[in-house]
Structure formats: structure tokens, C-alpha cells
């Protein structure tokens, strides 16, 4: 049962980066032709160096802006975490509860709005903390981190 929801969320997360990168700033779709053409298959060869065929599930505007509220409250809780880990990092403590917690926010952001990859984002992040960290350790933070975005989706 759990993978299905997890499934689930990866799907409406994937659905909502889709959904913020074709939308952009108009805030929705101005017609129904232009909600098909937002399903269609899309070839991404102005973001990435090659060009591929992505299909992603169809969202609402009403069920992407409740991920996007998601977002925005999973934002909010990672903000207040950061104090905490600029102290843990200023003085070499060791907390990977800590340091996942404070990273699921720009994670998720980086791999479903922006389509990082996880070798990626973990090179971006070990420039940016100075602390090593793994694409596997990437992983295990969007995992969490879709955890907390299916709990603010459920409730």
C-alpha cells in the first residue's frame, strides 16, 4: 500500500514540475487546446543538451496548486531548519537527520521542477555545504521529502 502512494506522489510531483515548466507565469491554461498541448509528449531539447520524449500524467491547475502549497509549506520548514544547520556545519557536528531535513525542500525543487538528476544535485550540494554527499543520500532525501509532501496532500 505505502509504495502505491508513494508511487502516487512521485507521479503528482512529476505532474506539478511538468506543470510549473509549461505553464510558466501565466498562472493556468488559457484554453482547452492549450491544456492538450500541455499533455502531449514534449521533446525537452532547450533544457538539456539532448533531446528526449517525456509523457507525464495531466494535473489540474487545482491539483497542482495544492502541490505547490505543499511545496510552499515543506519551504517554510526547511527555512527554519537552516539556523540550526549552519550551526551543525560551522562546528563540524554530525546530524543526517538534521541535514536531510533542511535539503528536501531544494531537492525535490531541483529534481521535479528544474529535472536534475541525482548525480547532479548531489555535486551541487557537496560544492555548496563543502560536505561530501552521494546521489544515493540525494535519493533518500526525496524520498523524505515526498513523504512529507504526501502527508500535507492527505491531511
Not at 5 to 30: F, P
Not at 33 to 44: G, K, R
Not at 142 to 155: D, K, N, W, Y
Amino acid at each position: 500500500m505505502s509504495d502505491v502512494i508513494d508511487r502516487d506522489v512521485k507521479v503528482k510531483l512529476a505532474a506539478w514540475g511538468a506543470w510549473t515548466r509549461n505553464i510558466g507565469n501565466t498562472g493556468s491554461c488559457s484554453s482547452p487546446a492549450q491544456a492538450l498541448i500541455n499533455c502531449a509528449p514534449v521533446c525537452d531539447s532547450d533544457y538539456k543538451r539532448y533531446a528526449r520524449y517525456e509523457a507525464f500524467e495531466h494535473i489540474s491547475d487545482d491539483e497542482a496548486l495544492e502541490v505547490e502549497r505543499a511545496m510552499a509549506k515543506l519551504k517554510r520548514y526547511s527555512a527554519r531548519l537552516d539556523v540550526a544547520l549552519g550551526h551543525m556545519l560551522e562546528h563540524e557536528l554530525d546530524d543526517d537527520n538534521l541535514l536531510i531535513c533542511v535539503l528536501m525542500y531544494p531537492v525535490l525543487k531541483r529534481h521535479f521542477r528544474y529535472d536534475e538528476s541525482f548525480s547532479h544535485i548531489a555535486r551541487e550540494l557537496t560544492k555548496a555545504l563543502g560536505k561530501k554527499i552521494t546521489d544515493v543520500k540525494v535519493k533518500a532525501i526525496m524520498e523524505r521529502g515526498a513523504g512529507f509532501i504526501e502527508g500535507v496532500l492527505i491531511s
